[in-house]
């Protein structure tokens, strides 16, 4: 049999999970803010030279 844990372990563990959690959240919260400024952004310009880029391919 496993021994019991004591009062004060079981709050560790408790205290340890709870930051664990807060710890993911508040990550998936900061990914998301960063993935949407991303998405905002113009990665590129349409300059002429991928005008003629493009023009060409429809050739």
Same mark, same amino acid.
């Given at each position: 049999?496993?021994?019991?844990?004591?009062?004060?372990?079981? !709050?560790? $563990?408790? +205290? $340890? +999970? #709870? @930051?664990? %959690? @807060? #710890? @993911? !959240?508040?990550?998936?919260? $900061?990914? %998301?803010? *960063?993935?949407? =400024? +991303?998405? *905002?952004?113009? !990665? /590129?310009?349409? =300059?002429e030279?991928?005008?003629k /880029? /493009?023009?060409? !391919?429809?050739d």
């Amino acid at each position: 049999m496993k021994p019991k844990k004591s009062r004060r372990e079981f !709050l560790k $563990l408790g +205290a $340890l +999970a #709870t @930051v664990g %959690a @807060v #710890t @993911v !959240l508040r990550g998936k919260k $900061l990914m %998301a803010k *960063s993935i949407d =400024t +991303a998405e *905002s952004e113009i !990665l /590129y310009r349409e =300059t002429e030279d991928f005008k003629k /880029y /493009y023009a060409s !391919l429809r050739d």
